[in-house]
């Protein structure tokens, strides 16, 4: 049903939207949970936070509520409209939002194990990498080695965890990562053929003039696999 009046809209944002800004900044803080990745369960959870969030509101600031939402039409409107988004913003936004932080913080100091938001170790490591090498072992035992850089993407929940290398270096027989594949576009790894991924981080050291080798500890040297 779509609300035709001031009034309904006013009651839907109240009734709806504070367990949503909830729900988000709760999952924003805490990361979402395995029981909430169904949509259905995520819009439960939504509900049941407007509503008692609503209720708290009725017992508190009731009277005060149904007098600055209910009669009136859209001249009385017009002169409460600074009251009537102040009470918008408190109740449906930051309300909401500080009862989701509370419950973080009440959460993280009973929990001794520390917790990342992230839904995933990878969507923790790739949301926060800068550019590195990338070492990969498929399942068949093949080595795949390619620059993590700026045009590169990795995907993140809830999506497959591939990733694109947006260039693609040779891995030597040693396990080194050798020199840029010549015409190299870069390499694209599908979830299911990932057996193993190390990160890399790039050399340090001052520029050379011919391409060099890199071991997946981390020796310096510069980037490898590159001209300069």
Not at 56 to 64: D, F, I, R, S
Not at 86 to 112: K, Y
């Amino acid at each position: 049903m779509v609300p035709s009046t001031v009034q309904q809209l006013a009651v839907l944002l109240v009734m709806v939207l504070p367990g949503v800004i909830y729900q988000a900044v709760r999952e924003r803080l805490r990361g979402p949970r395995p029981s909430e990745a169904q949509a259905e369960s995520r819009l439960l959870r939504a509900v049941a936070a407007s509503a008692v969030l609503d209720s708290l509101y009725a017992v508190v600031a009731g009277p005060w509520l149904v007098a600055l939402v209910g009669g009136g039409g859209l001249d009385d409107l017009a002169t409460r409209t600074r009251r009537l988004g102040l009470a918008v913003l408190v109740l449906v936004v930051a309300v909401p939002a500080a009862v989701a932080w509370a419950e973080a913080r009440w959460r993280a100091r009973r929990e001794p194990a520390r917790r990342r938001s992230a839904p995933t170790v990878w969507d923790h490591v790739f949301s926060r990498r800068s550019s590195c090498f990338v070492r990969i072992r498929l399942k068949d035992g093949a080595w795949v080695a390619g620059w993590y850089g700026s045009s590169s993407c990795a995907a993140v929940y809830p999506q497959d965890r591939d990733i694109f290398l947006q260039a693609q270096y040779a891995v030597l027989p040693d396990g080194r990562i050798g020199p840029r594949l010549e015409g190299t576009g870069g390499v694209y790894i599908p979830k299911d053929s990932i057996d193993l991924l190390g990160l890399l981080e790039p050399p340090r050291a001052a520029a050379v003039s011919r391409p060099v080798s890199v071991t997946v500890s981390g020796d310096t040297g510069d980037r490898g696999g590159t001209d300069r």
